[in-house]
């Protein structure tokens, strides 16, 4: 590899752990993080069987990018101070592998969100807006298996996602993907933000309202030709950081 490739892929490097660092800070402001469990996870383009990941037994609120692992496909070390969790690398691992599609991978017990998945046949419904963004994007796994930690559960909860860009893993939490950190963090942060309205309708006891299926699939074409605001968000949500708690680039 010559000298400028090596130089601009270290560069590449070290900006996705400054932004994987970003998106675990504003998670953990936004109430998305549960302890120092659940991970995020990114396979930089260029770099064959890696992705970084953060490390586990550091709460959110203080990663830095300087504490995001850089990992193989068999989940050994490259960079980094600790090994990786083992339910990290048999999902985030697994997933990476089986859909080289979803290049950042970010699994949470957001509450909202994680609520629909202890309901019974629960659903992302179109009752929202918000909701429209992921209209026929999201897989549903109703099947609890207790904690992944072999590659076989890696491989069913890979199988499961399919082609969606949004998994509800049954009495689990959800996983998020896209092919970009800004992308699959602003997906994030609306599938919260729906979960969050249709809990709180569900709670008045009342009927949900839903959206008819043509308008809610002209609604979803609509965001999805409209150009993603996913960039602009994540820049500006970085601009706070940075305003307000600059210690994750570091």
Not at 53 to 80: C, F, K, Q, Y
Not at 146 to 167: F, Q, S, T
Not at 177 to 194: N, R
């Amino acid at each position: 590899m010559r000298r400028r490739s090596r130089v601009a892929m270290e560069e590449a490097v070290r900006q996705a752990k400054v932004d994987l660092a970003a998106a675990l800070r504003l998670s953990a402001r936004f109430g998305f993080n549960e302890g120092v469990c659940n991970h995020f996870s990114y396979a930089v383009p260029g770099l064959d069987d890696r992705y970084l990941l953060n490390p586990h037994g550091v709460h959110w609120s203080m990663i830095r990018a300087s504490d995001i692992l850089l990992l193989d496909g068999e989940g050994r070390t490259l960079e980094g101070d600790s090994a990786a969790e083992l339910t990290a690398f048999t999902i985030h691992g697994r997933v990476h592998a089986k859909q080289p599609k979803a290049r950042c991978v970010l699994h949470t017990h957001m509450p909202y969100a994680t609520a629909l998945t202890c309901l019974e046949q629960g659903r992302l419904e179109p009752v929202h807006q918000n909701a429209l963004r992921f209209y026929g994007d999201v897989a549903y796994d109703p099947e609890y298996n207790g904690l992944a930690e072999d590659a076989a559960e890696g491989d069913r909860i890979a199988g499961a996602l399919g082609d969606k860009r949004v998994l509800f893993l049954g009495n689990h939490g959800v996983l998020v993907v896209g092919p970009s950190i800004a992308q699959a963090f602003d997906d994030l942060y609306y599938l919260e933000q729906a979960c969050r309205v249709q809990v709180l309708a569900m709670s008045t006891g009342r009927p949900l309202k839903r959206i008819t299926d043509n308008v809610a699939a002209n609604t979803k074409a609509e965001f999805d030709a409209g150009g993603s605001y996913a960039e602009p968000h994540f820049a500006a949500l970085k601009r706070l950081l940075d305003a307000e708690d600059p210690g994750y680039a570091a």
